[in-house]
């Protein structure tokens, strides 16, 4: 049995500086067993740029590579070796969006079956 899970549901994104933003996490489903590429789309609906995107990795999720936006940083926080979060420190300009990838393993469970 295949097992799958939602990525989009695990991962909690902020914007920073701005309070009209549409976020997207894609794949939204993940395929257990391996590892996957990410991207977080951030689309800045607000009229001021945003300058920051936070994303919090929860357990269960090992992120293994984050790439670097082309203008801009990023930094991450860890518990032990495990990152548990990544800001992007990004100017998103009103009206644009932004892609933000990194690779992570997602552990998905397999239901039992009733």
């Given at each position: 049995m295949r097992s799958t899970c939602s990525i989009a549901a695990l991962i909690a994104v902020?914007?920073?500086?701005?309070?009209?933003?549409?976020?997207?996490?894609?794949p939204t489903q993940s395929k257990s067993g391996g590892t996957q590429k990410y991207e977080v789309r951030v689309h800045n609906e607000a009229k001021v740029a945003a300058t920051a995107i936070d994303v919090d990795i929860p357990e269960g999720v090992t992120v293994t590579d984050i790439a670097k936006p082309a203008?801009?940083?990023?930094?991450t926080k860890k518990s032990g070796d495990r990152i548990t979060s990544i800001s992007w420190q990004i100017e998103v300009q009103p009206s644009k969006y932004v892609a933000l990838?990194?690779?992570a393993a997602p552990v998905c469970f397999t239901p039992m079956p009733m």
């Open positions: 902020a914007a920073a500086a701005t309070l009209s933003a549409h976020v997207m996490v894609s203008n801009g940083a990023f930094t990838p990194f690779t």
